[in-house]
């Protein structure tokens, strides 16, 4: 197959999953209010009101339902971006806004799976190539709705945080076997993970968890696994920053954040380590060469 052929059909994938880590969103959203108030720790009362009908679904029975007016989601209402668009954004009875968090997902997990297999860094014609890229863009789903949950709620939900945690490790694993200086590939997996990991846990106990939350200490461990590179780390963390002050200070100049106000910082954590993981060999590379 050629390269268009597959861009096209990631591209797809890409939506199909896109559709699922939205609706995953609202699932783990309304068990995590369900586990607070059975806590007795605070919450949101009428978002749980909202949210609660997610939680009495069984696996049998478990379909998309409208939030508003408990409308059953019939297949044609869950064609990818093209159900929303042919909607007008707005559920098909009540006619309710539906929100622009399901299209903008949607698309954006397309664009990642095209764009990770255009610019991957390995050789698809080895095994270690392929198992990676396929770990890579499994992983990026989790990492969709640690985005999207983070920048709505200001947490990372510690379920999908393991099992990127997993996925790093399974890549990390593989990176060392197939690495020819197996001894090197371990140390660098290992300062991979204490520079994006280890950095934001010292940042964590110093401030006491004020700067940085626990939830962005296992962010860091799994992309320090899933870039398995001490060198990419440094990029992702450099990266990270820069996008965040790219995004921060335009926005404290017109005056809509002050300083203390909360900014999810897990989102930009993963737009460094994409940005690590297809370039950042490239701009290593690059930057080697100013110094010499």
Known sequence: MNEVLISIILGILGLLLGSFAGASVWRLRARELASDKDSHEEYDHEEYKKLKKLNNNTLRNDR???????????????????????????????????????????????????????????????????????????????????????????????????????LGLISSIIAVIGSEDKLYALSSVAGSVLILGGLYYFLYVVSKHKWVGFGDVKLGIGLGLLLAN???????????????????????????????????????????????????????????????
């Open 64 to 166: 998309s339902t409208c939030l508003s007016c408990d409308y059953k989601l019939r297949w044609y209402d869950l064609i990818p971006l093209l159900s929303w668009i042919g909607l007008g954004g707005k559920c098909r009875r009540c006619k309710q806004k539906i929100g622009y968090m399901e299209p903008v997902i949607e698309i954006g997990l397309a664009l990642f799976f095209v764009v990770s297999y255009l610019l991957w860094p390995m050789s698809l014609d080895s095994f270690v190539g392929i198992v990676s890229i396929i770990i890579w863009l499994i992983a990026g789903v989790g990492l969709a709705i640690m985005t999207v949950y983070d920048i709505k709620w200001f947490l990372l939900p510690d379920s999908v945080s393991y099992s990127v945690i997993g």
């Open 230 to 292: 001490w060198h990419l780390a440094f990029i992702a963390l450099f990266m990270a920053n820069l996008v965040g002050c790219l995004f921060v200070i335009p926005l404290m100049l017109l005056g809509k954040l002050g300083r203390k106000s909360r900014v999810p910082f897990g989102p930009m954590l993963i737009a460094g380590a994409v940005i690590a993981m297809l370039v950042g060999n490239l701009l290593f590379d690059w930057y080697i060469g100013l110094l010499y």
